[in-house]
């Protein structure tokens, strides 16, 4: 190779270091090749400790800074008559190949195509999250099969996860936060948390950072190794308790069919830390069932199904009244199909102002009428503690 295109190889190779400093968690390693006649030397740089790379070459191992190997790269490219380095990211591949033509650099995409069986998925729908493009995502979250088909019993799963993707975009691509944080309440097994990872990263190409929280150690634990695996070094899951957890101001909280008040755990939590936007299915309503009476309909909700039907309405409702009071628009729409599950209303949530005296004087009316005091009204407190 020619001496003149060291300081090129140089910049390159400096561009390379910028990245993987802004984008350090979607890193997957750097492969290179170094070719003199016949004769190839492969080598790779790994995520080390810290900010460090681990360099393996010619059978050793050592660590180094970015800088450290861009030095070791150039020196050791002039020895040899070509060198074609791979910097791999999620979703993305950076090549720079040396010769005597000079360095030249370029970018693919990374792309995956599996065969995946007809009757898998939905013959009319567009899915946001391809199963030929993110095999290896479905197999980890256990929804695709080894042999790259969509197991049977997880293709209701797959489709109401995909379908709370399409609900969710806006908010997703309104958010002119230069990193998408997103915080995940009562993550359970974290579906929804890794295929957002994926779909914010890999499908919006925004930076993120995805947070589950769960008060069970092991989904917790069982969601930490699922990362490892798939190498989603953006994630953190952390066992606690809603009720006392604190969070800086994230992007958007989720929680899909958190039980009863543990919806309001995660609207609370999104209030009192100021969560630009909301993504609630909420489950099993149970606290307000019996705390009141309205005059007049007695002779309707003395039916237990009658009753127990309306408390869920109701209690969505004053949900979504809270939320406009502390300043959020809202909406509310069925993301699957009843035949589904009954528990199929997702609530949606943006903040657009600080407060609503409008929506807190209905909602403050309706608490006075009813005498009741909603869970929802105990989490949003700003010091709440349940202690």
């Known amino acids: 190779m020619r001496k003149q295109d060291a300081s090129t190889l140089t910049l390159f190779l400096s561009g390379l270091a910028g990245r993987y400093r802004e984008n350090r968690d979607y890193f997957n390693g750097i492969e290179f090749t170094f070719t003199s006649g016949r004769k190839s030397f492969r080598g790779r740089a790994a995520r080390g400790e810290g900010e460090a790379l681990r360099l393996s070459f010619n059978g050793q191992s050592r660590q180094m800074d970015f800088t450290g190997f861009t030095k070791f790269y150039t020196e050791e490219a002039m020895k040899y008559d070509s060198a074609v380095l791979e910097y791999l990211e ?16 370029r970018q693919t995409d990374t792309k995956r195509t599996e065969t995946v069986a007809a009757s898998s998925v939905l013959p009319d729908r567009d899915y946001i999250i391809k199963a030929s493009d993110a095999p290896e995502l479905l197999k980890a979250i256990g929804i695709m099969s080894a042999d790259g088909k969509i197991r049977n019993n997880m293709i209701r799963k797959y489709n109401q996860i995909d379908h709370f993707l399409e609900l969710v975009r806006p908010l997703l691509e309104e958010d002119d936060s230069d990193t998408i944080t997103v915080l995940d309440c009562g993550c ?59 969070a800086d101001r994230p992007s958007m909280v989720i929680s899909l069919h958190a039980c009863d008040t543990a919806t309001d755990m995660a609207m609370g939590l999104a209030v009192r830390s100021g969560a630009k936007s909301i993504a609630c299915v909420p489950c099993c309503h149970h606290e307000l069932l019996g705390q009141y009476q309205f005059p007049g309909l007695s002779a309707i909700t003395r039916h237990g199904v009658f009753a127990a039907r309306f408390n869920d309405l109701f209690t969505d409702g004053l949900r979504m009244l809270k939320l406009e009071s502390m300043g959020y628009k809202t909406s509310v729409v069925e993301y699957i199909s009843p035949l589904d599950t009954p528990k199929n209303l997702l609530i949606t949530a943006r903040k657009v102002a600080d407060s609503n005296p409008e929506a807190k004087r209905e909602y403050d009316e309706l608490c006075r009428t009813l005498r009741i005091f909603p869970a929802i009204e105990r989490e949003c407190l700003p010091e709440f503690d349940e202690a």
């Open 188 to 246: 359970g097994k974290s579906y929804l948390s890794f295929v957002l990872n994926y779909f914010i990263r890999d499908v919006l190409r925004r930076r993120c950072r995805i947070t589950g929280v769960d008060i069970a150690p092991g989904v917790i634990e069982a969601s930490r190794k699922t990362a490892e695996q798939l190498g989603y070094a953006n994630m953190e899951f952390i066992c606690a308790d809603l009720r006392t957890y604190q």
């Open 90 to 105: 999620r979703g993305a591949t950076m090549i720079i190949e040396a010769d005597e033509r000079g360095v030249r650099s």
